[in-house]
């Protein structure tokens, strides 16, 4: 009989969590609601200058932006200096103008009273203009604009702006500095919800009229040549160099006021020019040379019809509506041979989508930051919020454009610099549509169209417009109420701390009572009578504090054969007894009952007591005992095996079907028989044979999966740590899958609503988290950081090696991408959310913590050579770095991570240039790894 042993195990359940976003976790806007107001800035600066008349007509004073000259001549762009004289036409002046009204405003001061010591044009690096706001993502495009610097009394205050504004005040605190001063009162501002004055129609004789109208020397209004400076039309081809010059005059009795001019091809809008200044009776005022319409419509050989819009948006009030429009056909020769198109399979395709928490891909509000659609009027203001999602599995690289709509015409048109697959973008709280469009009440179109000018090659553009109906009353409105703060759920009263006994096996074991005729043996077996029967039976503390010494009791037919006493045992630990040799010798043949009692004297005070007794039937046989049955040779499959199940896996990644499905095609059988020869590749075995369970599920049993495994866990939490316990284990409901040790068996239990190539990828995560758990269970310290990021980089490197695996195996690249600028921005964001969180996630700490430990560690130094020079680690590497990471202690584990992440800021640089240095350059779109593969192909040593 061997002595009593206790062993040092995993707690009865260990959760390893994995929290692998979906791809579309992070939705970026393309730009703020306050830089988005004209498409584009003019090539060169437009010109006014006046009709030919009869009659000479005395030249007009000259306006801030537009100076009468025959003949354009750009205005140079001042350099900045410490301070700034304003010339008449520069653009800044009227932005200027703006800014020092709006501080004049906030400090109840003159308008003359701050000091412009700053006026420049800069160009910001990105749509944030310079003043990003904490946790909003903005388009990184360069967006020229300006800076101003205002001071009143010492205090310098600074406005941003992009090229046409208006200007806005850059500041996280308002400064209220008391000024003594006589000045007159400023009228009261309209606010929200306060009716504006009726606007009274203006007499036929003082009204304008805008008309496309050729300045002289121009063959129109409307020049479409293929050099620029050109007066008159000249041949153009498609793909070629295009030149457009626009021109319009005010024919009307009265200034103008800013109007739009717009461009239409093929019925499509391309361009915007908009009037910054009003234009006087009898000028013209033009556009010359703009030459990125390729970059707007897709146009091939033959006829299309250009048409030029004064006044698109109907802004200003006429004496002729009619007269607005002028159009000509342009036919376009021949150009380059069109690119092939590739494959359906491996096409973007753009369509409307939901941002974070929103009921409608398109919102148009009465209130900022509004997730679903409220009234609005024509007093107050109007907020419109758009998303746009990449839902194909390639990305779209080419820019594309975003048009939204108004009773059929353009309000505004947005430039997106292309989506990666499975990626969003947004605009939120655009509030410019007053500005745009003259409102009136009454039922209106809103209308998204994506990509008009067919720019993207899609799988389909029967999803591209999207389109409702808008009521708009007047007067004040009623806004929808916020949302109640949430009542907080009462945490419920933790049970009090006490240990709780039970009979249960470590890993590999049967049950926590097994009898067998050989000795060591983990499952029952045949017993004959006249042969030693040998005895084991292991012990678990499953509850939450230590239990002191009890007895375990032995009954055999009712009657009582042994009791054993039991040392104390830790909460979490295992207790067994091995090989116990006292049963009767010459037991009669036929059936038995042998019930193990454990406490049975209750002197040990627990949590519960239902689970202190195993009882089960052993039967007796004759002698002598029949042959043993041998011991399952391993399943060893062949290359043609591993290929047949592998020849699943391209249907699998070219598939956006959720694996699970209650009314179309269920995935998970082919799901398992890919993963079956994948691990079978990585390690020789097979995964079905290992003692593990796969649970690929829908969601809603997925949650109540984690219901019922947190209130049973919470049942032995001590008190000190019960909230923390409970916070945790249903942190797991944010995961996409997630792996747990339950006594004597691992559980893989996996969110199936997803593609199948996302589950795949968690499937190899988890079975990392399981492999550790197998060999070195001790390792594990629940709601450890350090520990916790170990974990996940053991994982993150199991993923690797499985995929990589399969890709030397099968001779395919599946995480190959294309250098584009989507893509290293894509690499950029990520790492700068690894940054934001690492020192609350253990996911996002343990990637940055591989990387470290293979370019930082000295007995790694194979490994990093490898990672310099091939830009990333093979089979042979990703298996030893991942049994070196498990091997280690719990203790040894949790130095070696923090000294790692000691180095990350001085080789955080080398680490994104090694990411971006795996996207390959030309790359065509039919070879685009899988989207739910890049982080592994990227992000992953």
């Not at 008349?53 to 001549?73: D, E, L, Q, R, V």
């Not at 800014?99 to 906030?106: H, N, P």
């Not at 010059?245 to 809008?269: M, R």
């Not at 990387?851 to 089979?875: C, F, I, M, Q, Y």
Request: hydrophobic share 35%.
């Amino acid at each position: 009989m061997r002595p009593l042993v206790w062993l040092a195990s995993a707690i009865a359940l260990y959760i390893a969590g994995c929290t692998l976003p979906p791809a579309t976790v992070t939705p970026t806007p393309i730009s703020p609601p306050a830089t988005v107001a004209p498409v584009s800035t003019p090539t060169f600066s437009p010109t006014a200058t006046p009709l030919p008349t009869p009659a000479p007509t005395p030249m007009p004073t000259p306006t801030p932006t537009w100076t009468p000259i025959p003949t354009p001549a750009p205005t140079p762009r001042p350099s900045a200096t410490p301070t700034w004289t304003p010339t008449p036409a520069d653009p800044r002046v009227r932005l200027l103008q703006t800014a020092r009204r709006d501080l004049a405003e906030r400090l109840r001061i003159p308008e003359d009273g701050a000091i412009v010591l700053q006026a420049e044009a800069v160009d910001w690096p990105d749509a944030s203009l310079g003043c990003p706001e904490p946790g909003k993502a903005y388009a990184q495009v360069v967006t020229p604009g300006y800076r101003f610097i205002l001071v009143v009394q010492g205090q310098r205050y600074a406005y941003h702006s992009d090229r046409t504004g208006p200007p806005f005040w850059c500041s996280r605190v308002s400064p209220t500095p008391t000024v003594t001063t006589t000045r007159t009162p400023l009228p009261t501002p309209l606010v929200a919800g306060t009716p504006r004055p009726a606007q009274t129609p203006l007499p036929p004789g003082q009204r304008a009229n805008l008309v496309p109208r050729a300045p002289r020397g121009w063959q129109s209004p409307l020049v479409v040549a293929s050099t620029p400076e050109s007066a008159e039309d000249s041949p153009v081809a498609a793909g070629g160099p295009v030149y457009v010059s626009v021109a319009g005059a005010n024919t009307g009795a009265a200034p103008a006021g800013i109007f739009y001019l717009d461009l239409l091809v093929d019925g499509v809008p391309v361009m915007r020019w908009w009037s910054e200044e009003s234009l006087a009776p009898n000028f013209t005022r033009w556009w010359r040379d703009w030459g990125d319409l390729p970059n707007r419509i897709r146009l091939g050989p033959g006829p299309h019809v250009f048409t030029l819009i004064a006044d698109a948006t109907n802004l200003v009030d006429e004496t002729n509506k009619a007269d607005n429009t002028f159009s000509k056909t342009v036919v376009f020769g021949p150009g380059a041979a069109p690119t092939a198109t590739p494959s359906s399979a491996k096409l973007p395709n753009l369509a409307p989508a939901k941002i974070e928490g929103a009921q409608a891909p398109l919102i148009i509000s009465g209130a900022a930051g509004a997730l679903s659609d409220s009234p609005v009027s024509v007093d107050g203001p109007v907020y419109v919020t758009w998303g746009v999602t990449n839902a194909g599995l390639v990305s779209a690289p080419q820019p594309f454009w975003v048009h939204l709509y108004w009773d059929g015409a353009l309000a505004d048109m947005w430039r997106v610099d292309g989506i990666l697959a499975l990626r969003n973008t947004m605009l939120r709280d655009w509030d410019r549509l007053p500005t745009r469009m003259r409102m009136q009440p009454g039922t209106h179109k809103l209308k998204l169209v994506i990509d008009p000018g067919n720019l993207a090659t899609e799988s389909t553009r029967e999803d591209n417009v999207l389109e409702k109906d808008v009521t708009v009353g007047s007067g004040p409105v009623a806004l929808p109420a916020p949302t109640p703060t949430p009542t907080p759920t009462p945490t419920p009263t933790p049970p009090a701390a006490l240990p709780n006994l039970t009979i249960a096996g470590p890993l590999e074991w049967q049950s926590g009572l097994v009898v067998s005729s050989r000795k060591s043996a983990r499952q029952d077996g045949p017993i004959a009578s006249g042969v030693p029967a040998y005895l084991s039976w292991s012990v678990y503390n499953a509850g939450s504090v230590e239990a002191p010494p009890f007895s375990a009791s032995l009954y055999l037919d009712g009657a009582l054969v042994q009791t054993w006493p039991v040392p104390s045992l830790k909460p979490g630990f295992y207790q067994w007894l091995e090989d116990w040799e006292g049963l009767p010798f010459l037991l009669p043949q036929g059936p038995h009952r042998l019930r193990l009692v454990l406490n049975g004297d209750g002197k040990v005070v627990e949590s519960r007591r239902d689970d202190n007794a195993l009882e089960k039937t052993v039967v007796w046989g004759t002698s002598p005992l029949p042959t043993p049955t041998p011991t399952p040779t391993p399943t060893a499959y062949t290359d043609a095996q591993v290929r047949s199940r592998l020849d699943k896996l391209p249907g699998l990644l070219l598939t956006l079907d959720n694996t699970v499905s209650r009314t179309g095609r269920d995935y998970r059988p082919d799901v398992q028989e890919v993963f079956e020869a994948a691990y079978y590749i990585v390690t020789g075995r097979s995964f079905r044979e290992e003692n593990q369970e796969t649970l690929v599920l829908f969601n809603s049993e997925y949650d109540a999966f984690v219901d019922r495994m947190c209130a049973e866990r919470l049942e032995w939490t001590p008190i000190e740590s019960y909230v923390t316990t409970r916070d945790q284990c249903y942190r797991t409901l944010q995961f996409q899958g997630f792996h747990s040790r339950l006594q004597d068996k691992s559980r893989l239990i996996i969110r199936g609503e997803r593609p199948p190539a996302d589950v795949l990828r968690t499937l190899a995560h988890e079975t990392g988290h399981m492999r550790q758990s197998f060999t070195n269970p001790a390792q594990d310290v629940p709601g450890d950081l350090e520990n916790g990021a170990l974990h996940e980089a053991q994982a993150f490197t199991y993923e690797a090696l499985v995929v990589r695996s399969l890709e030397d195996y099968l001779k395919v690249r599946m995480t190959e991408y294309p250098d584009t600028a989507g893509y290293r921005r894509f690499v950029d964001e990520r790492f700068d959310d690894l940054l934001r969180n690492m020192n609350a996630d253990e996911h996002d700490r343990g990637r940055l913590f591989l990387w470290l430990s293979v370019l930082d560690d000295p007995n790694l130094s194979a490994h990093r050579r490898e990672l310099l020079a091939s830009g990333s680690l093979g089979k042979a590497s990703l298996t030893d770095l991942y049994e070196r990471l498990v091997r280690m202690s719990a203790a040894e584990g949790k130095g070696y991570v923090a000294a790692r992440l000691a180095r990350l800021d001085a080789l955080l640089p080398q680490i994104r240039d090694l990411a971006k240095r795996r996207l390959t350059q030309g790359l065509p779109i039919e070879r685009e790894g899988n989207p739910y593969l890049r982080v592994v192909g990227l992000l992953t040593p």
